[in-house]
């Protein structure tokens, strides 16, 4: 699977993908992105927060010179959210500038969501 956290659309909305919903906080800085459930990549491990932050992280990290490491510039971290259950289905990110107007730098990137195992 090679595929994002939401598509920006032709008009302006925004249709998720990866995300079935997100939340930001009032102050713009900080998001979360609820994973939508049973997706999986082709080998069939399921797909969770721990992969997205993987991929994200890839590119920040590992290839500071990767193509789309620019549109992370704003991101300061991002992680695997647990719900009370230990469920970790949501990813959290938070940024150095409030973003009120989108859906955050985090959902924006153009690289996918790889399997990190």
Known sequence: MYETL?????????????????DVSDD?????FNLR????????????ADDVVFSINNVLTKDPEHPLASTLAAVASVEALS??????????AETVQPDHGGVGPVARIRTGVQDNG
């Not at 713009?28 to 979360?32: S, Y």
Request: glycine share 16%; proline share 5%; net charge negative.
């Open 37 to 48: 459930d049973g997706v999986t990549f082709h080998n069939g491990d399921p797909l969770t």
């Open 83 to 92: 719900d009370p259950s230990g469920s970790t289905s949501a990813v959290g």
């Open 28 to 32: 713009g800085l900080e998001w979360t």
């Open 6 to 22: 939401v598509k920006l659309e032709a008009d302006g909305s925004i249709t998720g993908l990866l995300a079935e919903s997100w």
